[in-house]
């Protein structure tokens, strides 16, 4: 529960800062690789996160 907590967390943290940082998307990466799978929870807010990111709202930023 704590983990896939932890992966809205940092899609609530992309979102209110408007940026995908390569930091988050490793986060959020490593955390669906040590659980094996996503809850629907997760995918919903994965899936707002890709929504906005299209939009342009959230902006992906390059690693350096």
Request: proline content about 3%.
């Amino acid at each position: 529960m704590v983990a896939t907590n932890m992966i809205r967390r940092l899609v609530s943290k992309a979102l209110s800062v408007k940026r995908l940082t390569p930091e988050i998307e490793n986060e959020i990466n490593s955390e669906l690789t040590r659980l094996g799978y996503i809850s629907d929870m997760d995918y919903e807010a994965l899936e707002l996160l890709m929504e906005e990111m299209d939009a342009g709202r959230v902006k992906l930023v390059p690693s350096a």
